[in-house]
């Protein structure tokens, strides 16, 4: 029991196998085919709103329904507000914005959502000033708060300006107030639009946060307001909302390159294979992956070993940004033959990125990667990529095929610890047990395997010794050791707690915040300084039994960072103690939701959901802890 619980007892309270099989991967990627086949989005609360006017008017072929007819689902509250009309349009200028509405005082829009429609939503507000009778709209200026955030102050336009933000609404409506800045002063606005994102277009543990410090988990991305500031289709050209199934706009990177010699455009024909990257024709269309720039390795004037840079001004200076890169190896005639680095701010945001692993080896297939920086004095977001050590001299390469930059608005006031909607995908991290019910015996032969032949990661590791942060020290602990892990950048020695920390968070190991026993020891709920709820592990103090299971467990879980498995917090080795501390799900294990009766029963939906959700985390913990964001 000793040896081998270690490793199962923290994908744990499950009998979850520690390895998938090619069985299980492609009983995942199956299902993952017919998710695509699904219809086309349709979001679940869809408001388009022509703002002062007195008819529908469309835009892109899409319906923006007059404020004035009252739809149920949204109303106005403006005691002191106009419609104004452009009495002079020029021929061109769209009819949707021939028309706004003036505020000159405080005013809101409230749009109810429909009772599951929770969420993350885009926003997009439409102005486009022009003069009207008693005001010049280029002469407002103006706040818009929504729902409590400030999305823009002092705000005033010269031309017409399309602000699109991404919000969470976790509450019946959400509410835009446009408020003058002076009291003579007035706001207004030409049409509103509001509708859901796709699911899981923004997922709390997904992203990168780049700087100094090296590279750490960033938490929480759902509950900030982000602004889109970029929207580059690289190597490609413009796409308008007719082009994208969220309406949105892409424009070419010419003018961002910081050297366009550097840089060549790659083209494809084939439509690029949404399966398994982890993108979807939401997250980029396909025109965005089906182009690219590259290194331009004719240019004789170069070396050969060069970085293609782009600058993206921002503007604001002291501010956050969710960079997200979107790639698809377009250029290789095979797998596995493109290794490069991602820069961001000249911080190593992403060694050794290795696109056939993050697309479980499916060529062309779109990925996309999220990084948060902050923007440097510069006001410029610069974003390059370079050749990797381990490309072979002959492949040498890099590609971008998209880059969004948003700007994160605010942090959402105290929240408490993170708010996870998903109750089961939170469920399927902890598990993974549910694997098993769906493949009946086939599961039957996995733990039968696994039980036989230890895990391939860990017994590399131990080979390496009681040297966890050595593991991280080296740039490319790579595809030569087994092809598993193309290594990120990894966690500092900060992984370290001190015993008296665990003491105090579990009010020194107290009996009643026992949540769970293994052969290992005691598991025990507790809460950091910080306020994070935690599991911890505790071995039995004194023994040195588990000692190898104890480090390689250091080893290989400090490198994980999966949303479908649980990750590793800390540990502690003093005082002849063994802790290990994991981030804690508040949901319990899936075990309870499924045959226990203190939970509401789940769907076929959520449970198809966790069975693909572990496999995936089993796939990682398979092949490589290379892609952190899947
Ligand atoms: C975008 O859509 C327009 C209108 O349907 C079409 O004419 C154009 O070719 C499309 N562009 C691309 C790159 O597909
Ligand atoms: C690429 O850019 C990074 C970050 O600025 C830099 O450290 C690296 O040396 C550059 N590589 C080359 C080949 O110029």
Not at 371 to 377: K, L, Q, T, Y
Not at 454 to 479: I, M
């Amino acid at each position: 029991m000793a040896k081998s619980s270690f490793f199962q007892t923290i994908l744990s309270s499950s009998e979850l196998p520690s390895m998938a099989t090619q069985r299980l991967y492609l009983f995942s990627l199956t299902l993952l085919s017919l998710l695509y086949l699904a219809k086309p989005f349709v979001p679940t609360n869809h408001f388009l709103l022509n703002c002062g006017s007195h008819a529908n008017a469309s835009l892109f072929n899409r319906v923006f329904v007059y404020d004035s007819a009252n739809p149920s689902s949204v109303s106005l509250s403006a005691d002191r507000s106009v419609s104004v009309t452009d009495r002079n349009p020029s021929p061109n200028s769209p009819i949707l914005y021939r028309t706004a509405r003036v505020f000159t005082a405080d005013s809101s829009y409230k749009f109810i959502v429909k009772k599951n429609g929770t969420g993350t939503h885009f926003v997009r507000l439409h102005f486009s000033p022009f003069r009207a009778r008693n005001f010049d709209l280029g002469s407002a200026k103006f706040n818009v708060v929504a729902n409590g955030f400030l999305l823009v102050r002092g705000f005033s336009v010269s031309n017409t300006v399309l602000k699109e933000y991404i919000l969470e609404i976790d509450g019946e409506f959400l509410e835009i107030t446009f408020s003058p800045v002076s009291d003579s002063g007035f706001a207004f606005v030409n049409a509103i639009e509001v509708f859901t994102a796709p699911k899981d277009f923004i997922i709390d543990d997904g992203a990168r946060l780049v700087n100094s410090n090296g590279i750490e988990n960033y938490k929480n991305l759902t509950s900030q307001v982000l602004e889109t500031v970029h929207r580059i289709n690289v190597g490609g050209l413009k796409l308008t909302p007719f082009n994208d199934t969220l309406w949105r706009t892409w424009i070419p990177d010419d003018g961002f390159l910081a050297f366009k010699t550097a840089a060549k455009q790659a083209v494809t024909t084939h439509v690029p294979n949404y399966q398994t990257g982890g993108a979807s024709p939401e997250i980029a269309p396909a025109n965005v992956y089906m182009t690219a720039q590259q290194m331009n390795r004719d240019n004789l004037t170069l070396n050969g070993i060069f970085n293609v840079t782009w600058d993206f001004p921002v503007g604001s200076f002291g501010a956050s940004y969710l960079v997200r890169l979107h790639f698809c190896d377009i250029v290789s005639p095979a797998l596995n033959q493109l290794y490069f680095n991602v820069y961001i701010n000249d911080y190593a945001a992403y060694r050794d990125l290795d696109l056939s692993m993050l697309t479980f080896h499916v060529l062309s297939s779109p990925v996309y990667l999220d990084f948060v920086v902050d923007s440097e004095d510069s006001g410029v977001i610069r974003v390059s990529i370079g050749p990797s050590d381990l490309s072979t001299p002959s492949r040498i390469n890099a590609i971008l095929n998209g880059a969004e930059i948003m700007r994160l608005v605010n942090v959402k006031g105290l929240h408490g610890e993170s708010k996870k909607r998903n109750v089961w995908i939170l469920v399927g991290l902890v598990v993974g047990g549910f694997v098993i019910v769906c493949l009946g015996v086939a599961a039957v032969l996995l733990i039968f395997k696994c039980k036989k032949k230890k895990p391939k990661p860990p017994r590399r590791v131990e080979s390496a010794g009681w040297t966890p942060l050595r593991v991280f020290g080296g740039s490319s602990y790579s595809r030569m050791s087994e092809g598993t892990a193309t290594t990120s950048p990894g966690p500092n020695g900060s992984l370290r707690i001190p015993f008296v920390d665990i003491q105090a968070a579990t009010n020194n190991f107290d009996k009643s915040l026992i949540i769970g026993m293994g052969g290992f020891g005691m598991v025990y709920k507790g809460v950091l300084k910080d306020n994070t709820k935690v599991a911890v592990k505790r071995g039995v103090p004194g023994s040195r039994q588990g000692l190898p299971e104890f480090q390689t467990e250091i080893t290989v879980f400090s490198k994980i960072r999966h949303r479908h498995l649980v990750s590793l917090v800390g540990y502690c080795e003093e005082q002849s103690e063994m802790i290990l501390v994991y981030e804690y799900m508040e949901n319990g294990p899936l075990k309870n939701h499924l045959y226990g009766l203190k939970h509401p029963p789940l769907s076929w939906k959520q449970r198809l959901e966790i069975c693909i959700g572990s496999a995936r985390g089993l796939h990682y913990l398979h092949t490589g802890s290379a892609q952190g964001n899947r």
